[in-house]
């Protein structure tokens, strides 16, 4: 077996790569575990000076990272140095924050002296997605190894180039070897590593398939884990919306790396009074999006991460159409090389539809139409999963009542969902668990541990 990068807009093999024997990665678990033994004593100023380097070195190089990600998995590029800055910004805000995250806090106990002090827990290990190949492993290990926790991911197969990179970033900044370390490994090698008693945790980002596995095996075992999940995120759009505007940020939510996103906008639920005018802008802002070279600045619709991913969405809304769906706007991939799919919009999706709990990862949106705000909010909380979503009203007030009852880890008035260093991230139902960003993503790896030193 191998680990190959193929540029997605051209089906071109890029580079291939050798994964990592089992031999090779006991003997990195141990190295990290080394490097933990000494790290996890390196003082916050320190570990802040090396982090702050990261960022530092992320914006110096950021042409170059943006470049690799690209062609690794086809993001567009202006998208990929959104990302490769957004990435220097969680490492500086987990720098600047982790002390005062972590600082011991007194607790106000009558007649007791106690205090929790947050103490890291070892090595961790991380199992992370294509989609964002830069920032996914970036808001796992930034938090953790400031904490004073080691980590190693094993990244996805057909980001290797990133992944390398990454690791060769975190050696460049000043980091000891073994604090980051990158396992270009086969995924049947991850259960093993998750048993090691030396290895304290997991995190994954990806599938609901790949969370099952590494849930169950961390639970077996009685590691702590964090799962982010997938997501099919309603996008509420009641009868009182600028019409122009909320289309745009349908087009925005929907659209975002190529509809790649576990947090992109995917159900579009409108309000009956408003729905057919909605539509008539939606569809003709979706199909202004021009399909081409991702490295090309004026390309708006990059392709999708791989062929065979293209090749799924098919299957998905042929599945739709077959069970009575209506294509309004594509429901095609074009005629030319590359892993392209055409901006669709499908409505009609019925419950007994296969792909209405399924999510559509690629530019796919379904549209519903619902007679008033609480039908909207049924409809939006049908569904297996809660990631994100988006609630739009000009009255702000009506807006916050939607959004508080919708079932989701996350829920954004008037704007599609979106992450920020400074805001939790993650969700509930098969969408994950776990936070991640904010204080909270420090503190999902640490060992909260009481101090009581008894009667005042």
């Not at 796919?364 to 009203?393: C, H, K, M, P």
Request: glycine fraction near 8%; hydrophobic fraction near 40%.
């Amino acid at each position: 077996m191998t680990i190959t990068s193929v540029n997605p807009a051209t089906n071109e093999t890029l580079q291939t790569f050798q994964p990592l024997t089992k031999e090779q990665v006991m003997s990195a678990i141990e190295q990290a575990d080394q490097a933990y033994q000494s790290w996890k004593e390196v003082t916050f100023a320190e570990r802040k000076a090396c982090m702050l380097r990261l960022a530092a070195r992320l914006r110096e190089r950021a042409d170059h990272y943006a470049r690799l990600i690209t062609l690794d998995m086809g993001k567009r590029i202006s998208e990929s140095q959104y990302e490769i800055e957004y990435c220097a910004n969680i490492a500086e805000f987990y720098a600047n924050g982790a002390e005062e995250f972590l600082a011991d806090e007194p607790l106000d106990v009558e007649g007791v002296d106690a205090y929790l002090q947050y103490a890291p827990l070892g090595v961790l290990m991380g199992v992370m997605p294509w989609n964002f190949p830069f920032y996914q492993v970036i808001r796992f290990a930034t938090p953790n190894v400031m904490a004073g926790n080691t980590v190693m991911v094993k990244h996805a197969s057909n980001v290797p180039q990133c992944a390398e990179a990454i690791e060769e970033l975190f050696h460049d900044s000043g980091f000891p070897k073994g604090v980051f370390t990158n396992l270009l490994i086969p995924s049947e090698f991850v259960e093993s590593i998750i048993t090691d008693p030396r290895v304290q945790g997991v995190s994954l980002t990806g599938s609901e398939r790949a969370g099952q596995a590494v849930a169950a095996v961390a639970g077996e075992h009685l590691k702590r884990s964090v799962l982010e999940l997938g997501g099919n995120d309603p996008f509420i759009v009641l009868e009182d919306v600028d019409i122009d505007e909320t289309a745009e940020a349908a087009v925005q939510g929907r659209l975002v790396n190529a509809g790649q996103s576990c947090v992109a906008s995917k159900r579009f639920i409108i309000v009956q009074a408003v729905a057919d005018e909605f539509l008539e802008k939606f569809k003709q802002k979706m199909s202004e999006r021009r399909l081409g070279d991702p490295l090309d600045e004026q390309t708006t619709l990059a392709p999708l991460s791989t062929e065979s991913a293209a090749e799924k969405l098919q299957k998905q809304v042929q599945s739709a159409i077959d069970a009575g769906a209506k294509v309004v706007l594509g429901g095609d991939r074009p005629d030319r090389a590359g892993a392209f799919f055409n901006p669709t919009i499908l409505t009609g999706v019925t419950p007994d539809s296969p792909t209405f709990d399924e999510e559509l990862f690629g530019p796919v949106a379904t549209v519903y139409v619902v007679r008033d705000e609480d039908e909207a909010i049924q409809l939006a909380n049908r569904s297996s999963f809660g990631l994100g979503g988006s609630v739009f009203s000009k009255d702000v007030q009506r807006a916050r009542r939607v959004a508080e009852k919708v079932e989701s880890g996350m829920v954004f008035i008037n704007q599609p969902t979106k992450s920020q260093a400074e805001l939790p991230f993650g969700g509930v139902k098969r969408s994950g668990y776990g936070r991640e960003l904010s204080h909270l993503g420090i503190l999902e790896f640490v060992n909260k541990k009481l101090i009581n030193l008894g009667p005042k």
